[in-house]
């Protein structure tokens, strides 16, 4: 009898295929372990993609303040140009000569050493 419960107990442990699966416990263990693997590559890789983005994302960025400051600095040059030009303006504006001349001969004026006869003079009471 005891022979009998003992083959028993060893059938009972086997599968429908007559393997045990009584000394091969870690099978659903390892499968576990191959999803775990599996999720931890993809999220590794998810990382890598994020990261990789950034960067271009970064590098795209420093290329356009670049492209920026590039026109920024042609701009500058240009104004330091139109600046140069508006003082020779002003200064050929302003000589002495040309206010002496606008005021005799456009505004009438003269100079105080000229001796005119007094004209008349409009007043207002």
Not at 30 to 56: E, N, P, R, S, T
Not at 75 to 92: F, G, M, N, R, T
Request: charged share 25%.
């Amino acid at each position: 009898m005891f022979l009998v419960l003992a083959n028993q107990n060893i059938a009972s442990k086997r599968n429908y295929k007559g393997f045990s699966n009584y000394n091969n416990p870690k099978k659903g263990i390892k499968i576990k372990k191959d999803k775990i693997a599996k999720m931890l590559c993809c999220l590794v890789l998810m990382f890598q993609v994020a990261v990789a983005i950034g960067v271009v994302s970064h590098y795209n960025q420093i290329t356009e303040m670049n492209r920026e400051i590039v026109q920024y600095e042609r701009k500058l040059v240009e104004l330091k140009q139109e600046q140069e030009h508006l003082q020779l303006e002003i200064a050929s504006l302003s000589t002495l000569k040309r206010i002496e001349n606008i005021a005799v001969n456009e505004l009438g004026m003269y100079h105080p050493w000229e001796e005119r006869e007094p004209g008349l003079v409009a007043t207002t009471h």
